[in-house]
C-alpha cells in the first residue's frame, strides 16, 4: 500500500509540473525510436588495441575533476590531453554524415573523427588508424594499446545533451564493450555550484542567482516533462511495464525540437532574469503562481543547450553566449541515464559513483573503478589520497533556503525514480550512498536496498580520509 501511495504522489507531482504550451510536439506522439543500424560493424576493443576503454559523462560539478586526478595516479590509467574532449556532443559529424551522399564518403567522415578523437591521447604515445574495406563497405581500425592500458576521458556534458550518446553508439568502433563511470551529486546543491562556476570571471550575487532560477525553473516546469522526460512518459503510458522498458525511446534531436517550440511558444523572460530588475527579490520560485513571463525576448541558453553552436539568430552578449547552458536541467539524471538505454548501451557498462562516495573515501570508491575496469588498484602517488585533491573555486555563502527547498521538492520525484531506475536494472551502484546523496528516505526503498547489502561490486568500507574539490563536492562546503 505504501509503495502505491508513493507513486501516486510522484505521478501527481510530476503531472503537475506538466502544463505545457499546446503549440509542441509532446513525447508521446512522437514515433518511437528504433537504434539506426551503424554504417560499420562494431570491433573487438581489447584484441584490435582500440580506445577508449572508459569514459567519464557526468555531472557537472558533482567531482568529476577530482576523480579525473586520482585516476591519472592510479597505475595503468591514462587520460586523454585534455580532461573534457567534447568529441560526441552535438550534430557536427551527424550533419557531415548526412551530407554525405555515399557510403564510402560517410566512411571516410568516420575515419577522419576517429583519427582526430584519438588522438587526444597521442602524447601519450597512443594511436589508430582506420582503413575501408576493399569494396568499400566497411571500416575497419587498429589501435596500439595494450590489454592491461585503461585510456579515459570525463567530459561532463555527454550525460546533459541528449544526442551524444546516440553519437557514441555510431562513431566508436566498439560501443558495447566501452564502459562509463558517472558521479552524481544531490541536484540542489549541485544547481548552487553550478552557478559559481558559470560567473567565475562575472559578477555574481543572491540577487543573480535567484534571476537565474526565475529564468529556468517556470520554463522547465511547463516544457520539460511532455518533451524531454523518458520518466514522465513511462509513468503516463508504460508504468505496467518494466522502468527502462524501451517503448519509450524517442529521437533525441526530435525531442530538443519539442522542446525548443514549447519554448518559443511560452515566450519566456529571460533576458530580464539575467539582468537586475526591481522585482527579483520578489520572486518566490514555491509559488505555483510562479509560471512563465510573457514577453516579447527570447533566450539564448536552451538554444545552445540544444543545437551546441548553432545559436539562434539574434544577438546575444558574450556571457549569456559562451557561458550560460542552462543550471536546473542538468539534474534530471533519470533521464539523462534512460537516454543512454535508449541508444543502445547496457546497465552493466555503467558504474555510478556520488560525490560523498568519492569524499568520504576516495581509495574504496577508485578501487570500486578498478575492479570494474578488471585491473589492479595500485596508487602511483599516495599523497592524493591521503591528502585529497585541493579545491581551486568555492562557492560562497549558503543557497538562499527558501530556493533551496523549493528545488529540492522540484527535484524529489525524479530523484525517488532513479534510485529506482538504478536499482532495477541492476546498475553498479551503491544505494547506500546515493539514498544519503540525494536525501531520499531510506524506508521508502526497503524494498529495494534489501536486494543491495552492501554495494554491486564494491565496498562499504570507511575511512576518515577528506578531500576538497575544484568540484565543489559538497554541500557542506556551500
Request: charged share 25%.
Amino acid at each position: 500500500m505504501r509503495g502505491v501511495m508513493i507513486v501516486t504522489m510522484l505521478v501527481l507531482c510530476m503531472q503537475q509540473r506538466g502544463h505545457a504550451h499546446a503549440s509542441h510536439v509532446k513525447m508521446e506522439d512522437m514515433e518511437p525510436y528504433i537504434v539506426p543500424e551503424r554504417l560499420w560493424g562494431q570491433q573487438d576493443l581489447q584484441e584490435d588495441g582500440l580506445f577508449p576503454h572508459l569514459i567519464g559523462i557526468g555531472c557537472q560539478k558533482c567531482g568529476t575533476a577530482s576523480l579525473a586526478t586520482y585516476l591519472r595516479y592510479t597505475e595503468r590509467f591514462h587520460q586523454s590531453i585534455n580532461k573534457e574532449v567534447h568529441a560526441f556532443r552535438g550534430d557536427n559529424i551527424y550533419s557531415k554524415l548526412g551530407r554525405n551522399d555515399t557510403i564510402p564518403q560517410r566512411l571516410n567522415t568516420l575515419k577522419k573523427f576517429q583519427g582526430w578523437y584519438t588522438g587526444k591521447w597521442a602524447k601519450q604515445g597512443y594511436s589508430t588508424r582506420c582503413d575501408e574495406s576493399q569494396d568499400g563497405s566497411t571500416l575497419h581500425c587498429q589501435g596500439n594499446a595494450l590489454k592491461s592500458d585503461v585510456m579515459f576521458e570525463i567530459t561532463p556534458r555527454y550525460m546533459i545533451d541528449l544526442r551524444a550518446a546516440h553519437n557514441m553508439w555510431q562513431y566508436l568502433p566498439s560501443p558495447s564493450q566501452v564502459k562509463f563511470v558517472v558521479m552524481l551529486r544531490d541536484p540542489t546543491p549541485r544547481t548552487w555550484s553550478g552557478f559559481f562556476q558559470i560567473l567565475t570571471q562575472h559578477y555574481w550575487n543572491e540577487d543573480e542567482f535567484r534571476r537565474y532560477v526565475r529564468l529556468e525553473l517556470p520554463l522547465l516546469k511547463a516544457c520539460y516533462n511532455d518533451t524531454l522526460s523518458y520518466t514522465k512518459l513511462w509513468l503516463d503510458k508504460y508504468s505496467q511495464q518494466h522502468l527502462g522498458s524501451l517503448d519509450v525511446c524517442r529521437d533525441p534531436r526530435t525531442m530538443f525540437r519539442a522542446f525548443q517550440e514549447c519554448v518559443n511558444g511560452e515566450r519566456v523572460k529571460l533576458n530580464d532574469a539575467i539582468r537586475p530588475d526591481s522585482d527579483a527579490e520578489q520572486y518566490d520560485p514555491s509559488s505555483s503562481d510562479a509560471t512563465v513571463v510573457k514577453d516579447e525576448s527570447e533566450a539564448p541558453w536552451y538554444y545552445k543547450l540544444t543545437l551546441f553552436g548553432g545559436l539562434h539568430p539574434r544577438t546575444y552578449t558574450v556571457h549569456q553566449s559562451t557561458h550560460y547552458e542552462g543550471l536546473l536541467i542538468r539534474g534530471f539524471y533519470v533521464d539523462h541515464l534512460y537516454n543512454f538505454l535508449c541508444a543502445g548501451f547496457k546497465p552493466e557498462q555503467f558504474l555510478i559513483l556520488t560525490s560523498g562516495e568519492l569524499k568520504e573515501n576516495a581509495r574504496a570508491a577508485v578501487k570500486r573503478i578498478s575492479d570494474f575496469m578488471g585491473v589492479p588498484f595500485n596508487p602511483t602517488n599516495e599523497k592524493w589520497f591521503e591528502k585529497g585533491v585541493s579545491r581551486k573555486h568555492k562557492s560562497v555563502g549558503a543557497m538562499p533556503e527558501d530556493i533551496r527547498e523549493a528545488l529540492f521538492h522540484f527535484y524529489e520525484p525524479y530523484n525517488n525514480w532513479l534510485l529506482q531506475f538504478l536499482l532495477t536494472n541492476n546498475f553498479n551502484v551503491n544505494p547506500k550512498y546515493l539514498i544519503r546523496e540525494l536525501s531520499l528516505h531510506h524506508h521508502h526503498h526497503a524494498h529495494l536496498t534489501q536486494r543491495f547489502p552492501q554495494t554491486a561490486n564494491g565496498s562499504d568500507e570507511d575511512d576518515d580520509g577528506e578531500f576538497d574539490d575544484d568540484d565543489d563536492t559538497t554541500e557542506e562546503n556551500l
